[in-house]
């Protein structure tokens, strides 16, 4: 492996591992339990925070595992995919497009 590759996988470890910080920031977050005392519209802006957090935290697990995959290589025991699991049958793989 020469310099740039060595500091490319560097880099993208360094982002996995802020990534991953992110993700416990977002959960802390989240877990917080909304005040009672709120109004009602500070209480809907609280839920549509915590909506986004919900929403970022996904999308940045995702982007670590899709990194994890370029680095490390593909693992067959993949638990969060973004594609559905589809295979063409027979009919599919001959339709004309």
Do not use: H, T, W
């Amino acid at each position: 492996m020469n310099k740039g590759e060595e500091y490319s996988k560097q880099k993208l470890e360094d982002l996995i591992n802020a990534g991953k910080s992110a993700v416990d920031i977002l959960l802390e977050e989240i877990q917080k339990p909304l005040d009672v005392e709120l109004s009602d519209e500070k209480r809907r802006n609280a839920i549509k925070a915590k909506k986004e957090c919900f929403i970022d935290c996904q999308e940045i697990l995702l982007s670590i595992k899709e990194l994890e995959v370029k680095i490390y290589g593909a693992d067959k025991s993949d638990i969060l995919k973004r594609e559905a699991d589809f295979e063409a049958s027979f009919a599919e793989r001959r339709a004309k497009r």
